[in-house]
């Protein structure tokens, strides 16, 4: 998929030039390519990244020298590519959409997706639809809540890493915990034996 080069349209790195001439109607087409292009290119980075975790031990370290983005965002990449095989992507919506419902159990995710691609809503709409059901009296009855007391500073930490990952903080908080349910590290106590003596 690009940008077709037809002399009169040229693409760089850095911009993008358009002719004085350009009629409306392929002003409007070439903003649409553009759109896909850049809403694919999440999906594209993320399967990328999940390939190399499973093929490659360094992962995103080696990642990271290769693009210019930052630990998070290609976590967060990572992340929604692990949670919608190929086969569950919906090409009407864009993976924001898909990244709003990630954390949710299979079938939430398809109940909001059809929701959202059958109204026609946008990834605000769809946060919004989100929060409504949230806040309603019955889903406050639900089972499944878990409470959670921190200090203030942890809190205020945690609210900055969800704003730089584009996340509200409840949502940053299962992303956190399901990315550590799927990959667990042992966690080790105490210090390290220490070596043996040489000549021992």
Known sequence: MSIPANGRTTTRRTGL?????????????????IHVIADSSAWWLGDWLVFGQE???????????????????LRNYAWVARKFEPGRRRGKLS???HAEVAAFPEPEQEEWLTRAEEGGWTRNALRRQIRMR????????????VQVNVVAERRIRWERAAEIAGLGLMDWIIQMLDEAADDPVPHISGRAADPPALGA
């Open 17 to 33: 030039s358009l002719p004085p001439d350009l009629p409306l109607s392929e002003w409007r087409h070439l903003g649409q390519q």
């Open 55 to 73: 093929h490659y031990p360094d992962r995103y370290r080696q990642a990271l020298k290769q693009t210019s983005l930052d630990y998070q965002t």
């Open 95 to 97: 993976f924001q959409h």
């Open 134 to 145: 949230r806040q309603s009296p019955e889903a406050a009855q639900e089972p499944g809540v």
